[in-house]
Every structure is written in structure tokens, then in C-alpha cells.
């Protein structure tokens, strides 16, 4: 009896870890545009032939594996996924409508890599090809962002953006400004009016390794952001390269910024260190090569001390 009694505590202890297995196997849901006749069940054999329906169907951490192929699509993610491809930028997502491309909103651990992302109804809207909203650890990885009026627009903390190719925007990289930016409280002034205080969003995230070229407006553009780190970046042939407005105890450093109208504006207080300007006196005169390199923006203007005298290698 007792053997008995050990063997049913055995198998329910084995139960319970297969159910817990089960619990944590990721599933994988198949997209692929070709299967227009269906049917669609997101398996290998009938993938859904669109990414939304892959989406809609996904739980929190499987992935939705995208066939190579043209999906003019917008999607909203609002669960923990995967989104990733068969083929680097060969598996394309148009606009089809005024309305940002791909929204990622209220939900963390989320992963988007492999996608060329394109507006190509050519109006100059506010329209994003990824918009981040209110949401933490999200990664967004070698991707192509273009045409669109923000590239990347993200109102969220602890996120990384690395080693996409974001060209032919208006603004490649931004925190902040129109409808991603400034959330404030209500206080009263001394005159007995209700004004507002900014609050602080756009924190903990990371920036790196990213090409962003041919942005009409600034290439990285920064505004009430705090505490992100911006590293390793090329920025090239934008009006602006980095542009930081009302941020402040960010980390500008390592970047190459060349070929920009303007290279670089800060109308806070960031630390810059050690990053690439082909503006830089030292690199014109070597007389002046241990002078700084002076970020305009503020009366007391930022100062990169150790500005490097040759570009970085940032693979793509």
C-alpha cells in the first residue's frame, strides 16, 4: 500500500511538471501571403495570410513567424511576442492607410526583427513605422524603416533599438515631441493659476549600432527623455544628427556623426563623450586636436572632451 501511495504522489509530481511543460513551450504561428485560398489555421501546413490574424491568434510568448512576401498591413501588437521573418528585409510592410505601420501598445517583452517597413502612399502625415506606446522591454532589431514622418516613435522605458537602417524619413529615432511626448502634472503657481510641471517618460532605453541616413529633419531626436543611452549610432545626411530637447542625464557617446547640416543640438544637460564629428576643429588643425567638441543648443553649452579623431566601424 505504501508503494502504492508513493507511486501516485510520483506521477501526480511528473503531471504536474508535464502541465507546467506545456504551459511554457512556445508556439510557433506560420503567416504567409501566398495562401490566399486558405485554409488558415497558422500551422506550416495552412498559414494565416495575414500577420494581424497571426497576431490575433498568438498567446503571450509565442512567435509569429512571417514568410517572405508583401504584407500591406498596420498592425497592433498588444501581447508578449515574437514578430520576426523568414528573410531579412525581403519580407515587406506597407502603409495602406494613414495610420502608423506597426503599434506596439501596453505589453512588454516584445521582439520585431527582419522587416523592411515602408510608407508608400508619399503624404506627409504624422505617421510612424513603429510606434512604441506605454510599453517596457521591447526590442526592435534589423529592421529597414523608410519614408515614413517617424521612423521610430517611442513613449516607453527599458527598450532597445539596434541595428536597424532607418533612411528617407522625417525623423529617423524620436522620443518625444507630438504625440509620443510630454505628460505633466497639475500644480498651482504662485498667482493662484493651475500650471503644469513635465514628467519624465522615454527612460532606460538603449540606441545602438543603428544607421540612420537622409532623415529631412534630425536623425535622433530626443525630447523630455531621461537616463537613455545613445552609442554607437551612425548618423549621416540628416538636417540634424542628435537633437536633445528638454532631456536631460542622457549618454551620447561613440557615434559617428557626419555629412549632417547641423550635427549636433542640446538644449539640456546630456553627457557626450568620445563621438565621431567631422566639424571638429581638431580634425581641421591639429593644433586645437585636445580642444573639445562644443554641442550648441544652451548659453552653457554641453562639451564632448574627448571627441574622436577617426570614425567608428558600425557594421550593417
Given at each position: ?249 542622457n549618454e551620447i557617446t561613440e557615434n559617428n556623426l557626419y555629412d549632417n547640416c547641423i550635427n549636433t543640438i542640446d538644449m539640456a544637460d546630456n553627457q557626450w563623450n568620445a563621438n565621431y564629428y567631422d566639424d571638429w576643429i581638431g580634425l581641421k588643425l591639429s593644433l586645437f586636436s585636445f580642444f573639445p567638441y562644443v554641442i550648441p543648443g544652451t548659453l552653457l ?16
Open positions: 500500500m505504501k508503494r502504492v501511495f508513493i507511486g501516485v504522489i510520483i506521477l501526480l509530481v511528473l503531471g504536474s511538471y508535464a502541465v507546467n511543460a506545456i504551459e511554457l513551450t512556445e508556439t510557433t504561428i506560420y503567416v504567409d501571403d501566398d495562401n490566399t485560398d486558405g485554409p488558415w489555421d497558422g500551422s506550416m501546413q495552412h498559414p494565416f495570410q495575414y500577420i494581424q490574424d497571426g497576431i490575433n491568434a498568438a498567446h503571450d510568448g509565442d512567435m509569429v513567424y512571417v514568410l517572405t512576401g508583401r504584407y500591406h498591413e498596420h498592425l497592433l501588437v498588444n501581447k508578449s511576442i515574437n514578430l520576426i521573418v523568414e528573410h531579412n528585409t525581403k519580407t515587406v510592410i506597407s502603409s495602406i492607410v494613414e495610420n502608423d505601420i506597426i503599434q506596439i501598445v501596453d505589453t512588454k517583452n516584445v521582439l520585431i526583427s527582419g522587416f523592411l517597413i515602408q510608407n508608400e502612399i508619399h503624404f506627409d502625415t504624422y505617421l510612424a513605422g513603429i510606434n512604441i506606446k506605454n510599453s517596457s522591454q521591447i526590442e526592435i532589431s534589423e529592421n529597414s524603416i523608410l519614408g515614413c514622418y517617424d521612423g521610430i516613435l517611442l513613449k516607453s522605458t527599458d527598450c532597445l533599438i539596434a541595428n536597424n537602417t532607418i533612411v528617407n524619413n522625417k525623423l529617423g529615432i524620436s522620443f518625444g515631441h507630438y504625440r509620443s511626448g510630454l505628460n505633466s502634472k497639475s500644480h498651482e503657481q504662485s498667482d493662484g493659476q493651475d500650471g503644469f510641471i513635465p514628467q519624465y517618460f522615454h527612460t532606460g532605453n538603449s540606441i545602438t549600432l543603428n544607421h540612420i541616413r537622409n532623415n529631412s529633419d534630425a536623425g535622433i531626436d530626443l525630447s523630455y527623455s531621461m537616463a537613455n543611452i545613445v552609442s554607437k549610432n551612425e548618423c549621416s545626411n540628416n538636417w540634424i544628427g542628435i537633437r536633445l530637447v528638454e532631456s536631460n542625464k553649452a554641453n562639451l564632448d572632451e574627448n571627441p574622436s579623431s577617426e570614425p567608428y566601424h558600425i557594421g550593417e
